[in-house]
């Protein structure tokens, strides 16, 4: 009954909903109605009541809901076993220690709030509780070591065709795997390899998913650089539906990956970059590199064609589109 009594206000956004609506709606008392109300109202959702007007949702809990993900799961190993935690210092942290413990493939950790988010290049990464998707997936590809670099992009592939799957935002990849909504960045990923004898024994793949951010939630350095889907689209977003097709979109490229190769992956990483052609400018270890972005070889490593008509290769570090 408390799931109809949501999907009735979800399919009247805005709207006051009257006792009286309700339960002939649900063909149920008005006691019964204020009872479930009131249930709901424990488990986080918000409503406003006004006389003669009635009910009216105004916030749904910020809980992420892990049982209707699990359920909602079509993927074999991806996100089969989920440790769910409301604050960790860094899910990467948390699963590092899980992958050492012998975890396996697929395991999902995702916290409400991290209290040391941490991003590439040693920056930080914002994580504030309960609007955020804050997640670190396990790995432990059959390939050498020198192959991460190709799953950071298939990592960014499997998320940009998830989030124009699931939401109306049209997210773009800017090299290596920033996720970009109107030139402001959505979504962030890390990979850390953890390798022994060069041999490589797993990966934790942090995303980062700017969900359902305000323009408040954000500090005022990143208030022009970073933006959220809930931002860009005007409607919250589903988190639990957005994970599960993440992991579908994620585990099919992967199988892929290991059958195919790279250049699969690597077609739909051009087709949905928002880097190539254009004029950017690198960061690189003894300066900067401007030109045009041509491509990226099958190392993942981004080809800038310079002025002079030489052509550098980049493959690693931070590209700025001019
Ligand atoms: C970046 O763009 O710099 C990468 C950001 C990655 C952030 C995610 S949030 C979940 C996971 N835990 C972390 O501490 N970082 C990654």
Request: some cysteine; aromatic content about 6%; charged content about 25%.
């Amino acid at each position: 009954m408390n799931e109809k009594i949501i999907e009735l206000f979800e399919r009247h956004p805005n709207e006051f909903l009257s006792g009286e609506q309700l339960s002939e709606k649900l063909n149920c008392s008005r006691t019964a109605i204020w009872k479930h109300i009131e249930a709901l109202r424990q488990q986080g959702y918000r409503f406003e009541a006004v006389s003669r007007k009635g009910y009216r949702l105004i916030a749904k809990p910020d809980r992420l809901d892990v049982g209707r993900l699990s359920a909602s799961l079509s993927t074999k190993a991806m996100g089969r076993t989920i440790r769910y935690i409301d604050e960790a210092d860094s899910t990467q942290n948390v699963l590092h220690r899980l992958a050492e413990e012998g975890a396996e493939e697929g395991t999902l950790v995702i916290a409400e709030r991290q209290t040391a988010g941490r991003g590439r290049m040693g920056r930080g990464w914002h994580s504030p509780k309960g609007k955020g998707i804050w997640m670190s997936l396990l790995l432990r590809p059959r390939v050498p070591l020198h192959f991460t670099p190709q799953l950071t992009l298939l990592a960014a592939v499997a998320l940009c065709r998830a989030i124009r799957g699931a939401t109306n935002v049209d997210a773009g990849i800017k090299w290596p795997n920033d996720l970009l909504a109107n030139g402001k960045k959505i979504s962030g990923i890390l990979l850390e390899s953890k390798a022994e004898d060069e041999r490589l024994k797993y990966i934790v793949a942090g995303i980062g998913i700017s969900a359902n951010l305000e323009p408040d939630d954000y500090p005022e350095e990143l208030q022009d650089k970073a933006t959220s889907l809930f931002i860009e689209s005007g409607r919250p977003v589903d988190r639990a539906a957005l994970i599960a097709a993440f992991l579908h979109e994620f585990e099919v490229l992967y199988s892929l990956f290991h059958e195919q190769g790279f250049a699969p992956v690597r077609m739909m990483w051009e087709a949905l970059s928002v880097s190539l052609h254009r004029t950017v400018r690198c960061q690189m270890p003894n300066g900067y590199v401007e030109g045009v972005a041509e491509s990226i070889d099958d190392s993942g490593a981004l080809t800038v064609r310079v002025a002079s008509g030489e052509r550098v290769k980049v493959y690693s570090g931070d590209v700025e589109l001019r």
